[in-house]
């Protein structure tokens, strides 16, 4: 069986919280997802949505500073996760943490790219093939990276995972916005963050809700912190970003409605030119048969003339 393509896709996505139990019912509520616990790993929470995991939930490690804020890390795909980390490190990138290996998903490292966004790298043990299309509902459909140099930055994953900039839009005093993807398919953006954001460079995940609207009015309700509220962008889409009740930023993003296809279904050119000759025979023999009832009808108008000439005739001779 040939392995699923992987490389510069996001695979797998994970929320580092200091309140577990928070984050499953916000989220559940939020984006519509199960969440369940590992069974390799019952402190592990993993997030299904209809077309299956997504994500998973963690506690914050004590090991870690306490500086340390909510985040969710992004993985990114590699069939090749040890040359992938030392290749980060050669392009001015950092390792936090060496490769290794986790039963049941795969071997993994975490990184710093070379402007101090954290993201990860994996090589999935379960990789599914990719839907085409609308992400379906609840799971990823942008990830988007506020920098300090977007160009820079671009040019570093680009060397890691073949991206390729697909776009770049004038965004006037924010700059330049930058879309990038891989075989077509458009994958996210970068932007340089404004200076008076106090956050370090990061990378922030949009999940496909049905309406974000709804959506940005149930997180603010429940707790988190409004960033951006609702608005279009390019292409017809609503999204919305906030910070959810302990902090992590987390965006959401629905679709315009998809137009319904119509029942009349289209009748072939050949169909259609075959009906229309049998409607042209069809005319021809009742035109024939027409003239057939009218032949008898004359001839017998014609014998009553004769006769009635021959009786005249006969009239005169007596």
């Not at 559940?28 to 997030?47: E, F, I, Q, R």
């Not at 299309?133 to 977007?150: I, K, M, Q, R, Y």
């Amino acid at each position: 069986m040939e392995a699923v393509d992987v490389r510069g896709r996001f695979v797998w996505h994970q929320l580092m919280t200091r309140d577990v139990p928070g984050a499953k019912k916000f989220y559940s509520k939020l984006v519509g997802w199960k969440a369940l616990p590992w069974p390799l790993d019952p402190t592990y929470t993993v997030c299904h949505a209809e077309a299956g995991p997504v994500a998973g939930i963690m506690e914050i490690t004590p090991d870690l500073p306490a500086e340390v804020p909510p985040h969710w890390v992004q993985y990114i795909g590699t069939r090749d996760v040890d040359g992938t980390a030392e290749a980060a490190v050669r392009a001015g990138g950092s390792v936090v943490k060496a490769p290794s290996d986790m039963q049941g998903a795969g071997r993994y490292a975490l990184l710093k790219d070379p402007q101090g966004a954290l993201f990860a790298i994996i090589d999935p043990e379960n990789a599914r093939p990719e839907a085409q299309g609308v992400p379906p509902l609840g799971t990823f459909s942008w990830h988007e990276l506020a920098t300090s140099d977007n160009e820079a930055a671009f040019a570093f994953y680009s060397g890691l995972f073949g991206w390729d900039a697909m776009a770049r839009m004038d965004m006037g005093p924010t700059g330049i916005y930058l879309v990038f993807g891989t075989k077509g398919v458009q994958r996210g953006g970068m932007y340089i963050k404004p200076p008076d954001w106090p956050a370090p460079p990061n990378w922030m995940p949009y999940a496909h809700v049905p309406n974000a609207d709804e959506g940005f009015k149930l997180a603010t309700s429940a707790g988190a912190k409004a960033l951006v509220p609702p608005m279009d962008v390019p292409g017809g889409s609503r999204i919305a970003t906030f910070s959810d009740p302990v902090g992590a930023g987390f965006a959401i993003h629905s679709f315009p409605p998809v137009a319904k296809a119509s029942t009349t279904k289209p009748r072939p050119k050949a169909a259609v030119k075959a009906k229309a000759k049998k409607k042209a025979v069809k005319k021809v023999v009742k035109k024939k048969a027409a003239k057939k009832k009218s032949a008898p009808m004359k001839k017998s108008k014609m014998k009553v003339k004769s006769k009635a000439k021959k009786s005249k005739s006969t009239r005169r001779k007596k």
